[in-house]
Nanobody, 123 residues
């Protein structure tokens, strides 16, 4: 059984930083593309960032470019999201997701999901 679990959410003031992590079990982590999605209240789920399986190719939503950094530690089966210069509009539930090898944009392309962690940025 594949399990993804997110850690690190919380309440932070605008301009602050948070680091999310996602630990994975039950899948070949090295072969998985790993992504972060978020969903704010009343809005659609959007992909924040993704990192591919081998080359470590990364991409980001325009809204977080230059502020967020995705990384992975294959030895620890862990995905990270470093979030800097946080804004109130970053407030959302953040989800870790996985699929085979290559990053895709739509959330429906991801097979495995974590339960999510709340990030709240106060102004």
């Amino acid at each position: 059984e594949v399990q993804l679990v997110e850690f690190g959410g919380g309440l932070v003031q605008a301009g602050g930083s948070l680091r999310l992590s996602c630990t994975a079990s039950g899948l070949t982590f090295d072969d998985a593309a790993m992504a972060w999605f978020r969903q704010a209240a009343g809005k659609e789920r959007e992909r924040v960032s993704c990192i591919s399986w081998s080359t470590g190719f990364t991409n980001y939503a325009d809204s977080v470019k230059g502020r967020f950094t995705v990384s992975r530690d294959n030895a620890k089966n862990t995905l990270y999201l470093q979030m800097d210069s946080l804004k109130p509009e970053d407030t959302a539930i953040y989800y870790c997701a996985a699929r085979d090898r290559y990053c895709q944009v739509p959330w429906s392309a991801y097979k495995w999901w974590g339960p999510g962690t709340q990030v709240t940025v106060s102004s």
